[in-house]
């Protein structure tokens, strides 16, 4: 079965980082556009970072500057680099991917979320 996993969240103080990582598995044929999510309590979930299958990368303009995404193709991977982070970065993340399976049905996917949380 297709499933995306994240890992890479936990405590960090303001000013620090973390790198964020999702690995997409099972009958898969090709991994498309990915991206990264973010949540806090009683907000809507909002695009932080996106990446297309050739690289093209797009940021929420609260984390430019400050995260990156990047992607490795043959592992069916995608990151996000998070450096100068602030405690309104405190949220779940989850990795989402637009992804053609085996028998070449083209279905978005979403990772169960990984807790990040920034103290001040």
């Known amino acids: 079965q297709v499933q995306l996993v994240e890992s890479g969240g936990g405590l960090v103080q303001a000013g620090g980082s973390l790198r964020l990582s999702c690995s997409a598995s099972?009958?898969?044929?090709?991994?498309?556009?990915m991206a990264w999510y973010s949540q806090a309590p009683g907000k809507q979930r909002e695009l932080v970072a996106s990446i297309t299958q050739g690289g093209s990368t797009e940021y929420a303009d609260s984390v430019n500057g400050r995260f990156a995404i990047s992607r490795d193709n043959a592992k069916r991977m995608v990151y996000l680099q998070m450096n100068s982070l602030k405690p309104e970065d405190t949220a779940v993340y989850y990795c989402n991917a637009r992804i053609v399976d085996s028998g070449y049905l083209y279905r978005q996917y979403w990772g169960q979320g990984t807790q990040v949380t920034v103290s001040s």
């Open positions: 099972g009958a898969i044929a090709s991994v498309n556009d």
